[in-house]
């Protein structure tokens, strides 16, 4: 694995574990709302998307770390948007 590509795939890790920390933070410790543990783990199935979506190519224009690390971030606050609705 060259180290551009670890690079890559550690900006998409660090977002989708962080979102899924703060959701687990939010609704565990703080107590703000209230989300079961499969929701909560919704941000790591983007990254998982994203790392079996990687193999091979070629890639279009949308599909760089960044719009993957955006992906991740953007399906946990949907998480914590469906929770404080319900």
Request: glycine share 10%; aromatic share 6%; net charge negative.
């Amino acid at each position: 694995m060259e180290i551009e590509r670890a690079r890559e795939d550690a900006i998409v890790a660090a977002s989708a574990g962080g979102t899924t920390i703060a959701i687990a933070l939010l609704s565990g410790v703080v107590g703000v709302v209230d989300v079961a543990t499969l929701p909560t783990l919704v941000p790591l199935a983007v990254y998982a998307v994203y790392l079996f979506s990687r193999k091979g190519g070629p890639y279009g224009s949308f599909d760089t770390p960044r719009n993957w690390a955006i992906a991740a971030v953007i399906a946990g606050a949907l998480v914590l948007a469906t929770a404080t609705l319900s």
